[in-house]
Every structure is written in structure tokens, then in C-alpha cells.
């Protein structure tokens, strides 16, 4: 979750840390199925929170684990000071659902009319995603291209390796998330 929207947040310079999960009500049912496995950790169940973003009213649901020094590690691996960033580590934390969890928050198909995805990374640098790109070519056989979006990067599934993504990931999406991979399989 740390690499797409979750993140951790310390009240006390860094001892402990807590996990904050929080996405628009259109991903409720995700929120939700992200709550079951931190529901341990929790005092609450997920809320709706409404605030205003400039006129606009917007209403989000989210939860917040408990303050604990396990989030520490985390912290250590995927923050340099308040920025978010990929930990050289990331081919050991890697594996099918944490790139299932990671496409869910920051995925989607291309456009209809393409068989690739995007993962809409905007707030790494070139080096962090060139890290992520040669774990996934090398752990799971997957190219993956690193574009500029404006003055950001973004991971660009290419389409012959489209398919191989999507029969990774698929098992792992939540049936509301499903949107996200397309209707049609990618062609081979």
C-alpha cells in the first residue's frame, strides 16, 4: 500500500507510526477489503469524511491504524524524511498482491482502444521507477517502460507484456476494482 495511497505518519519523530488508508467513496467496497486485513489494528471502523476542496464538496472514507513502532521498518524503507520513496529493497517486498494492491490505488487500462496499463506513479523520481521497472523484468517478466508526464514519471506496462500483468494481478483485484484491467483480455 505504501507504494500507491496508503502512508504512515509518526506524532512522535519517528518511535512509532500509523498507517492511514483513505480513497474517495467510489472505492469504498476497496476500502473495506483493505480494513479486513488491518482490522487488528484498529480502534474504528472505517469512516466518511466530508471536506471542501475549493467550492467542490468531498467526501472520502477512510481508517487509521493504532501508533505502533512495527510501522517503523516501513518508515525507514519508503520515506526519506517526508518524502515518499521506493526502497532499494523493493524486489524482497514485491511479489503479486503488493503489485495488485499498488495497481488498485495508482492503475489503469491505457484507453479502451490500447491492451497496456499504467500505473500512475507521479510522485517518484526516474531512478526510483527505473529500480521498480528492472525488478518487474526480472521477477515477474514483465516490460515495463518508464514515461515523462509532464515534468513526472509514470510506469508504462507495454502491451506484449500486457497479458502476463494482468493474469499476475487479476486474481488479487477486487471484483469493484476489475474496471480497472479492461474488459477484454489483452491480445497475446
Known amino acids: 500500500m505504501l507504494l500507491g495511497d496508503g502512508h504512515l505518519e509518526t506524532q512522535n519523530q519517528g518511535k512509532t507510526y500509523r498507517l492511514k488508508v483513505e480513497h474517495s467513496m467510489n472505492q469504498k467496497e476497496y476500502v473495506e477489503w483493505l480494513y479486513e486485513h488491518f482490522k487488528n489494528l484498529v480502534r474504528t471502523v472505517p469512516k466518511e ?28 524503507q519508503f520515506y526519506v524524511g517526508r518524502k515518499k520513496v521506493i526502497p ?41 521507477l527505473d529500480r521498480v521497472k528492472s525488478v518487474l523484468q526480472e521477477k515477474f517478466g514483465i516490460n515495463v517502460g518508464v514515461h515523462r508526464q509532464y515534468d513526472r514519471w509514470r510506469l508504462y506496462i507495454y502491451s506484449d507484456s500486457a ?25 497475446k
Open 49 to 76: 469524511k466530508m471536506k471542501m476542496l475549493g467550492r467542490k464538496q468531498h467526501t472520502s472514507y477512510s481508517f487509521t491504524t493504532y501508533s505502533l513502532g512495527i510501522f517503523r521498518f516501513y518508515a525507514q
Open 88 to 128: 532499494k529493497l523493493i524486489s524482497t517486498l514485491l511479489d503479486p498482491v503488493a503489485l495488485a494492491v499498488w495497481f488498485m490505488d495508482d492503475g489503469s487500462q491505457k484507453s479502451v482502444r490500447h491492451t497496456t496499463y499504467i500505473i500512475h506513479t507521479l510522485g517518484y523520481s526516474k531512478q526510483d
Open 163 to 187: 497479458d502476463t500483468f494482468r493474469k499476475l494481478i487479476d486474481p488479487y483485484v477486487i471484483p469493484s476494482l476489475k474496471y480497472k484491467l479492461g474488459n477484454t483480455m489483452p491480445k
